[in-house]
């Protein structure tokens, strides 16, 4: 089976290719409506077709569904292009996503300590608990399951929980600065009461969409 973030990647990759060959070829004028009807059609022709692997099938149809919807609104060609960057941003130079090391997570707790976020390592996390930060943006991460998911050569070989109560998009945005994507699972309720909770993956490979992190201007 595929790896959802490889077969994601050449998704979009491929969607935006055949719509640039269609500008060129002047077959789709290039505009926001145009693009969004010929990314729509194409996402209808690859559904039919099968042409990705089923992990992408739910996403796909969420694309689908959007665009019947929303029209121009949808931006398509936007989320494409913003997905390619991110992904690419966490791969090498052969597609695949590098390793998440803990050298990555010292320096994004480091970070958002900077940024004036309260981060709180040193604890268990294995039941309901409240974090009182006194109004400071949190990041909580259960010291035991964090030794769990590192080897002893430091690199990320299971799920680990972050905790996060704050700006969730600056969190997103230095973990993507530091090697890190972090794939939602609540935005409110989790074992730590008023924090959100994310997942870092190993190799950042998860199964749904990852948090976008703000894109570049370069």
């Keep these: 089976m595929a790896e959802f973030y490889q077969e994601l990647h050449q998704l979009v990759s491929e969607g935006l290719s055949e719509l640039d060959g269609s500008i060129t070829a002047g077959k789709t004028p290039n505009n926001p409506v145009s693009e969004t009807h010929f990314l729509s059609a194409w996402i209808t022709r690859v559904i039919k077709q099968q042409r990705y692997d089923h992990c ?15 029209g121009k609104q949808a931006q398509l060609k936007q989320k494409f292009e913003h997905i390619r960057w991110t992904l690419s941003g966490v791969q090498n130079e052969n597609g695949l996503n590098r390793p998440v090391h803990s050298d990555e997570l010292h320096r994004f707790y480091q970070a958002l300590e900077a940024a004036g976020w309260m981060v709180t390592t040193g604890y268990e996390v294995n039941r309901k608990v409240t ?88």
């Excluded at 930060?133 to 080897?151: E, N, R």
Aim: charged share 20%; net charge neutral.
């Design 56 to 70: 992408v099938a739910k996403t796909l149809l969420v694309w689908q569904q959007q665009a019947r919807s929303l």
């Design 131 to 218: 974090h009182h930060t006194d109004g400071q943006a949190s990041l909580v991460v259960c010291a035991k399951q964090a030794k769990a998911a590192f080897s002893d050569e430091g690199a990320l070989i299971k799920p680990l929980s972050v905790y996060v109560r704050g700006n969730s998009q600056q969190c997103i945005d230095l973990a993507y600065e530091n090697g890190l994507l972090l794939y939602k699972v609540t935005d409110y309720k989790s074992l730590v009461k008023y924090h959100g909770e994310y997942i870092l993956h190993p190799m950042n490979a998860g199964s749904h969409l990852p948090e976008l992190p703000t894109m570049s201007k370069d």
